[in-house]
């Protein structure tokens, strides 16, 4: 079955740097474009980051681009996503997704303190 695991978040300080892992399985990984969301306490999920099969290309919402960068793996199934300037507007809990799939998974913890 399609799985992902997300990991590599934590407790930071604000102006520092994460870097989150995603490794996917069930699913042929390259075919898929990748995605990061995030969603903080009380607020939807929001878009992050998406990455093309071959990693030909990136798309970042407004909030975090110039700071964070998403790439991609395909001999490991996995995608990444480098956080620097980290900010405590981004403390959420963050999530990967392949393109047109409906599946999340159990996501992982980031956060920034001030």
């Known amino acids: 079955q399609v799985q992902f695991v997300e990991s590599g978040g934590g407790l930071v300080q604000a102006g520092g740097s994460l870097r989150l892992s995603c490794t996917a399985s069930?699913?042929?990984?390259?075919?898929?474009?990748m995605s990061w969301y995030r969603q903080a306490p009380g607020k939807a999920r929001q878009f992050v980051a998406r990455?093309?099969?071959?990693?030909?290309?990136?798309t970042y919402g407004d909030s975090v681009k110039e700071r964070f960068t998403i790439s991609r793996d395909n001999g490991k199934n996995t995608v990444y996503l480098q956080m620097n300037s980290l900010k405590p507007d981004d403390t959420a809990v963050y999530y990967c997704?392949?393109?047109?799939?409906?599946?999340w998974g159990q996501g992982t913890q980031v956060t920034v303190s001030s």
């Open positions: 069930g699913f042929t990984f390259s075919s898929y474009d």
């Open positions: 990455i093309g099969k071959q990693g030909e290309t990136t």
């Open positions: 997704k392949a393109s047109m799939m409906a599946y």
